[in-house]
C-alpha cells in the first residue's frame, strides 16, 4: 500500500448507514415493550366511558409538530425544504426528550442539519427565537 495514499473514510464506517434504522428498530421494541407493560383493558374501558372526547389530544399532539415547523421555517424565510424542517424537528424534539439537559440536547444536531441549507448565523439567530416562542407559549 502507498503511505500516500489516505483512507477512504466511508469504508470504515459503513456502519453509519445503519445507525438510524438499528436506533428506529430500538425505539420500537421499547415503546413495544412499554405498551405490553400498561393495563390496556383499564385504558380502553375508561376511554369508551368519555367518549369522541378521548380523541382531542392525540389530534392536538399531532397538529403540534406542523405547527411548530412552520413557525421555525417561517423563521429561517423558507430557506429550507418544509420537509427537511419537519425531519429536522421531528429528530432534534426527540433528542430534547431523551437527552435531561434543560431541553438543549437537539439544538446541535438542528443547527447543524439546518446549516446545509441556511447560513449558521441565521439558524442560530432563528433557534433562539424558536426556543423563545416554544417557551413563551
Known sequence: MDVTQAPQ???KRWWLRYIDLVFLLLGLALLGWMLSRQ???EIYDQAAHMGPI???TPLIALAWFPTHTTALWVLL???APWGEMFYNRLVGDGYNSLLPM???GGEPFKARHLSRFVPMERVVAALVRDRI???AI
Open 9 to 11: 473514510p466511508a469504508a
Open 39 to 41: 393495563p390496556l383493558s
Open 54 to 56: 378521548v380523541l382531542v
Open 77 to 79: 424565510e423558507r430557506g
Open 102 to 104: 434543560a431541553g438543549l
Open 133 to 135: 416562542i416554544d417557551n
